[in-house]
């Protein structure tokens, strides 16, 4: 097993910036396949969640939704098994909880085939 837990998220105003990570821990050696990703989703009230971005573990192949690229940018602190996803430029509609994921997904987007999940943080964007 995996365990993710995030921390950093909170209150900001539009136009603002936060910085979200993601540590990992228990079998993280799981990281050194080819295909393991770690990845930010987010769930707005009402509406389903949604992929924010993803890092490829092997060679840091980085990848975002349309919404957030060029404002959104997801790392990684290497030796510590953490995950950063820096957001910058934060609308209203960026609110929602973001979770952190890790797995081995066909597809990047669709959250049903990541294997692991944190429990989320609240980010909320006031306008």
């Known amino acids: 097993q995996v365990q993710l837990v995030e921390s950093g998220g909170g209150l900001v105003q539009a136009g603002g910036s936060l910085r979200l990570s993601c540590a990992a821990s228990?079998?993280?050696?799981?990281?050194?396949?080819?295909?393991?990703?770690m990845g930010w989703f987010r769930q707005a009230p009402g509406k389903e969640r949604e992929f924010v971005a993803a890092i490829r573990w092997s060679d840091s192949s980085t990848y975002y939704a349309d919404s957030v690229k060029g404002r959104f940018t997801i790392s990684r602190d290497n030796g510590k098994n953490t995950v950063i996803l820096q957001m910058n430029s934060l609308k209203p509609e960026d609110t929602a909880i973001y979770s952190c994921?890790?797995?081995?997904?066909?597809?990047?987007?669709?959250?049903?085939?990541?294997?692991?999940w944190g429990q989320g943080t609240q980010v909320t964007v006031s306008s």
């Open positions: 994921a890790a797995g081995y997904p066909g597809v990047l987007t669709t959250p049903e085939l990541y294997l692991f």
């Open positions: 228990g079998r993280t050696y799981v990281g050194a396949s080819a295909t393991y990703v």
